[in-house]
């Protein structure tokens, strides 16, 4: 619109001069040397347009004549960018289609029509050469893209995943904390790098990434309070290993106060406490564990806190492990604890009601194994016996230590697996996992349905 509105305006222009010189006739008279020219006004306008547009026209000409080599350049210039851009793509495709041959060639077209600061080549290449397995040669073009300024990432990217591939954690850790100069808040980088400076037993550096980490979003909260804790306690493991008790201890103490709801902290600390004649601060501590999370370890520990009267009272130990379940009465692993000591001390009757409470509960394999034992202590009843043993059997699986990524079963919590997994065993139910342990020898698949685990 505003376009048409200027080329009206223009004419109107040019119609309003024609229109004032037919209204004001006159002529120009030109003397120069010994010549005396008289033009009419309208033929000499005439004639300087033509004058002007053929010097336009010439101008052009001449102007077209010497940019034509330039042009031809650039034109050719944009061809190639056109068949380089071209190759780049097909090239991509072959790459996500698997096929290395064709990436390969798309490659090579591309370094032939696009420029040689255009990164695009150099990556397709890379892609190419990977995809062949010609590891050698992948590496030299990521190498080549870390020189190039607008492209390092994808250099230092491509010789990362290398790295890991080749299991090179030195060179891949140092790649990660490059990436981490150009991209510092960029989350799966910094996941990455968490888990490399784990894999180097680097707490202190994994706890700054583990911050930068948590402050972007890229881990979860609890799971980030979870894992300090766990490198507390990693850190104590390497201390006892290196005999170095007086600093163990401090480090579970630590661990401890950091978190005290986590229960492997609260298990090795209460037999250290133990082990070092603090029976009351054990005690404290186990009692405190309870009532939040009863679990087989804090029975035997408190089993291994009795110290037992001097006049050898019989029912002490029952009134002992009857503390324990008063903390937490309706607690399954503490009413098995109970009727376990009743058998001992053949209490039958009161062990009797004990399982009966505990069964209508949570029933489980220990439970009926109880039940068994009981029947064979009270009663001499074979038949009794191999009846609980066959419930035993098919009972609901108990909760275990497992590794939430692999399913195997461990009989303790640590804090790295043998699979070189960081901070994820945990105490649940294996109930639809494939469980590997050397208690249950081959692997086996559960069937129930899997439950769904918080950490």
């Not at 033009?39 to 002007?52: C, E, K, N, P, T």
């Not at 080599?69 to 790459?95: E, F, H, Q, W």
């Not at 059997?393 to 699979?419: F, H, K, L, N």
Request: hydrophobic fraction near 45%.
């Amino acid at each position: 619109m505003i376009r048409a509105l200027w080329t009206l305006a223009k004419i109107s222009i040019v119609v309003g001069i024609v229109v004032w010189v037919a209204e004001h006739p006159g002529s120009i008279k030109i003397q120069w040397l010994d010549y005396d020219v008289t033009f009419h006004i309208g033929f000499f306008l005439f004639a300087l347009m033509v004058l002007v547009v053929s010097g336009i026209v010439i101008f052009s000409i001449v102007k077209g004549m010497m940019d034509l080599p330039r042009n031809l350049s650039r034109y050719r210039d944009i061809t190639n960018k056109d068949k380089g851009l071209r190759a780049i793509s097909i090239g991509l495709s072959a790459v996500a289609a698997g096929d290395a041959k064709g990436a390969a060639y798309q490659a090579h077209r591309a370094k032939e029509f696009l420029s040689n600061d255009s990164p695009l080549p150099l990556l397709l290449e890379a892609q190419a050469a990977r995809l062949k397995g010609d590891e050698i040669k992948a590496s030299k073009a990521f190498m080549s893209l870390m020189d190039n300024e607008d492209a390092s990432f994808m250099g230092v990217r491509g010789l990362l995943q290398t790295a890991l591939d080749h299991g090179d954690y030195k060179s891949a850790l140092e790649l990660g904390h490059r990436a981490l100069e150009d991209y510092p808040k960029q989350g799966w980088i910094l996941c990455i790098v968490y888990g490399l400076e784990i894999r180097a037993r680097n707490w202190d550096s994994a706890r700054k990434i583990l911050y930068r980490a948590e402050k972007v979003g890229a881990i979860a909260v609890n799971k980030a309070q979870s894992d300090r804790v766990a490198m507390l306690l990693a850190e104590a493991e390497e201390l006892k290993q290196s005999g170095q008790e007086e600093l163990f201890f401090r480090a579970l103490n630590k661990a401890y106060k950091f978190d005290n709801n986590f229960l492997p902290t609260a298990l090795r600390l209460g037999r250290m406490y133990i082990e070092r004649g603090k029976h009351k601060a054990a005690i404290s501590l186990i009692e405190k564990a309870w009532k939040r999370s009863p679990h087989p370890g804090l029975v035997a520990l408190w089993g291994d806190a009795y110290q037992a009267p001097r006049d050898n009272d019989p029912m002490a130990r029952v009134r002992w492990f009857e503390k324990l379940l008063a903390l937490n009465p309706e607690s399954v692993e503490g009413l098995q604890a109970l009727a376990n000591v009743m058998i001992q001390e053949g209490l039958w009757g009161e062990a009797r009601k004990h399982l009966e409470k505990a069964e209508s509960i949570r029933p489980n394999v220990s439970l009926y194994k109880l039940w068994a034992r009981l029947e064979e202590r009270a009663t001499h009843d074979d038949d009794k016996v191999r009846e609980w043993l066959e419930k035993a059997a098919d009972a609901p699986r108990e909760r275990v230590w497992i590794c939430s990524e692999t399913g195997r079963i461990y009989d303790e919590w640590m804090p790295i697996s043998d699979q070189g997994l960081f901070n994820t065993i945990i105490w649940d139910f294996p109930q639809g996992r494939t469980v590997h342990s050397s208690l249950l020898g081959a692997p086996h698949q559960m069937t129930a349905p899997l439950l769904e685990v918080v950490r």
